[in-house]
């Protein structure tokens, strides 16, 4: 006993970690070695032991009897990967951010098929465009293949259905807006199909129509368009122009999307290029030398490259003219005479730079997606810019080889001259699809796992940690203290868990304090309003063992009260503890996700399992995309039901009625 | 026994005084000042004032509506004692809990009075089904797997259980929605009644049945789970009894084993879980409200504060503390009346 003594005494200089290594080390492997240290026992006594029986711990008969429930077994290891996947998955993410938005990719279906582009026409490929969920391409034999994310949300439209017309004909010129498909074939009749219902083709009377500019009756009416004239047929997002080599142009849409329509219509003055970025169309008058938008002041400052400081237009050009424009999303990139290279528009501070040309090196062409430009030199070298979230700028060795390249939305594909795909990179699809703001949801959910668990663990620790100071100060010292505490404790139950959860993070929501302190504070709300169960556990369970020999023995030595307490007692209660902390982490985790389904918890655009699910408090979103909360649910319902499993196991296999009984 | 519940019930106050004291601090903390905010619109509202005219025209108004609504000091405590009624405002009313006065809703702008009422009707009908149903439903269940512990069936629903109450409520409503509402259109997704059309009689009720089947159904089935696990788990501790050997040693039949000496056994810890659960429901249907566009209590409370229609939000909160507190009282003495080895008066 005087040994045992020594030990505590001693463990006491090593400090509270080592104290807490060993009670878990107590816990599982038990204190037998610990013994064997000062008290060795001979090897032949030992093994005379082990012949009458094997004598195990508490700990150890619990261990056992936890691997031998194979359903346990399965729900701790799905925990652990599940606690690996959120905390190791985000590293692995470098790219992902919070308030990334994308206009064009919302309410994706699950899929990988966005670069899947269809073998018939990988070999003869003469265009490829896209804009929104889906891709087109168009063979050199006039042939159309559609992929990706063929139906358009909520509105039952396929575009993938394309029409007998179109199949039959041979088409020359193909490109594709946000929903809709716009194609010419050799006789000049322009087909249009996928969603129309805001004159993204088709004639629409302008008195009955205001917002939308119509595409002319006569070619709507199945007039045809003189194919030989035509420079080029470009779509935006829902709008489309077909560009004359004479520099007139026929061009219609929507006025919402594209707010000088009007003005790029009536402009009489023959421009060279055309192109559409997210909100503009923008041009490249014959006469003046600059990008023509019709509004003054955009896109008047350039730049040589993304790192570069912004000179004027002017400046920049020179005496030197703009040959052609490729428009991204936000900004634009145009070529010059003398094969140099300008950007012009918005660029967001995460993306990525060209970097230095070569001597004498001259850009051939340029080709554009959402958020990126893909440039081409004369001496074959490939440079990339702009935005690398799906790997778009991640150009192969093999694409140097490339006749020319087709970069449309987020991929790229690389063609040699026989119009032969040699390789493609950049967005394959979304696996778990994307939800309203075009946020990929897998990435979501990674990244909201890890504060949804973060928040749980959190609040447990705190909810522990006032639950266990007034469990063993309550039942070890009892009398009016534990009167006191135990009335503090039915005050705390009393509360009504959810409706003051709620009001406590609204009304401290409300605060002028910045995000994490408030993310802090939901933590807190939930550990104060959880810790009652298990501080009446732990008084319980230290109420029995106050009476225990061992705790005389050590109160006849003179060992202090608190220190009988905390360091002889609780080790001893640390199993019940570990099982309430098991089941009240599943808990908080459910009430955090309650709390943020309801907005009152971790608001978007920060990502929790919770507030994922917030998007699904509407009908429509439930009936039609239901990926946008299945995922999420299946995360979270997996993660809280094996937490759960793990917990009632390890109730049952600690409790030796229930044992013997089973 | 008439001593022990007046000693509960002086001790519930004590508490219901200590937590609304703390929530109306915590209210405190929100920086509204509703005097500045009324003072400001009606002066609005008047024309032809000058600039003079009408700050001071504002500084009369918000002295005015200061003491109306008790907050021309910055004294706490006074405000509270003042909010409860026990203490006059500076004109020397008193207005406030005891008078009857709960506040004005400046959502619905109508006195808090007249908005709670018919959200409370609701919520308290939707209990009450839902209680009835999932009581019905449980304690069958769980006297049949405590029964036939260990066999296939008992397995299966243990799963059910688990699962049941591993998910979050608003988890099932989603997928019973996507379920019934989208794939079998079986079910209207939200609502309480068909809007524009006035029933009566029994159409009416068949009316409301449609509506509120689906939510009723839900709430059941989320209390499914923790329910037939309690009563599994406390019949199962009965029937290991060593009174329930002797009868059986007697040769008593099966049936009246079962149901007279074990699940009269185990009716004690259910009487405790069925009464707590019954008051918890009143904050767990907020959830189902809120999903399913009920006019409840749950609603009420959500919109209230999402809005920050603070005299609401204070009303429902001592409510649910009272509702809390009464509950623990009646589980106490419930606990007496059940088993005859408690005396609730020591």
Redesign the interface.
Known sequence: MSKMNNKETSSKKRGLFATLGRWFKRLFFGSSRELEDFDPVSAAERARQADVEEIVSPAMQVFRGFVAHKGAMFAICVVIAMFILVFVGPLFMPNYDDAYKETTQKNIRPGLSMMSIPDDIANDIKSVDSYGSFSVGLSNSGKVAVWGDTKLGTTGIDVADIPEAVQNANILYLAAGYDHIIAIDDEGHVYGWGNDRLGQYGYFDETAYPNILSMPEDIANGATVNVDDIKELECGYQASCILMKDGSKIIWGNKNSYSNLDTISLNPTPIIDIDFTLNFVVCIQEDANSIFTGQRGMYTKVRGDLDEDTVSMFEFIGNRKIVSLSAAQKDVAFLLDDGTVGFSGDYSLNEVSMGDFEDGEKVVDISSGHHHHIIRTNLGNVYSCGDNTWGQLNVPRKAESADHILSTGFQNYAVDENGKIITKWGLKGYIFGTNGDGQDIFQRIINGGKMTMTIGAVAVIISSIIGIIVGCISGYFGGAVDIFLMRVT??FS???????A???S??MG???WSENAKIFLIMCILGVLTWTGLARLVRGQVLVAREAEYVTAAKAMGVKESKIAFKHILPNVISVILVTLTLDF?GCM?TE??LS????GVTPPRPTWGNM?NG??N?TI??NF?WQ?LFP?IF??IT??C???VG?TLRDVMDPKGNS?? | MGKYILKRLGYMFV?LI??SFL?FL??N???SNRAYTDANEQVKTMKHLTPEESKAKFNELYKEYQIKYGTDTNNKLVRYLRWVGVMPNARGDYIGLLQGNFGYSYQEKDDVVNVIPAPMKNTVIINIFSTILALGITIPLGILCAVKK?SRGDKFVGVFT??G???????IA??F??LF???LHWFP??GMKTLGVNLEGWAYIKDRAYYLALPLITMTFCSLGSMTRYVRASM?DAL?LDCIKTARAKGVREKVVIFSHAFRNALIPIVTLVIGWFL?I???S??IE??FGLNGM?DL??TS??T?DFDV?MI??VF??T???LG?LIIDIAYGLVDPRVRVNK
């Open positions: 039915e005050i009393a509360i009504p868990f959810l409706p003051f709620l009001i406590l609204a009304i409300s605060l002028p599943a459910l996700s309650s389904y309801l907005g009152f699910l699904a408090n009908f439930i009936s239901w909360w649910a979270l319902a809280t039901i937490i759960n499993v009632d009984e089973r | 508490v200590i937590l929530l915590i209210y903390l929100v920086p260990g688990i699962i109450y591993s998910l979050p409520v608003f988890l989603i997928l929605i996507w509402c989208s794939k997704p939200s199962i290991s918890s009143f904050s767990g907020l959830m809120q999903m749950g409370m959500i504060l999402r920050s939000i429902l909160q649910y503390v509702i809390a507190l623990n």
